[in-house]
């Protein structure tokens, strides 16, 4: 009985930090994609400008098919 709840709170552990490191992650990513598009301005550098805007509209198609392709899922499910 003492081995399940040892178990219990050792996965409950992990899966705290993983979400601690998770958030970590994001948090560092946001950073350094904001720094890069200070950058980006500061310098007046076009062509990361217009990587961004592609990526920013790649982003959104990617997004919307995402959407269109769940909602079709779930009509076949049902």
């Known amino acids: 009985m003492h081995a399940c709840y040892l178990i219990l709170l050792v996965l409950n552990l992990i899966l705290f ?6 958030e970590e992650r994001d ?3 946001s950073a350094a994609y904001t720094l890069s598009l200070k950058v980006t301005d500061k310098h007046s550098l076009n062509t990361a400008k ?3 805007l592609c990526e920013k509209a790649w ?3 990617s997004r919307h098919f995402a959407i269109f392709l769940s909602e079709k899922d779930s ?3 049902c």
């Open 50 to 52: 217009k990587l961004h």
């Open 17 to 22: 930090y993983a979400g601690k490191l998770t």
């Open 27 to 29: 948090l560092w990513s």
């Open 75 to 77: 009509i076949q499910v």
């Open 59 to 61: 982003a959104k198609l």
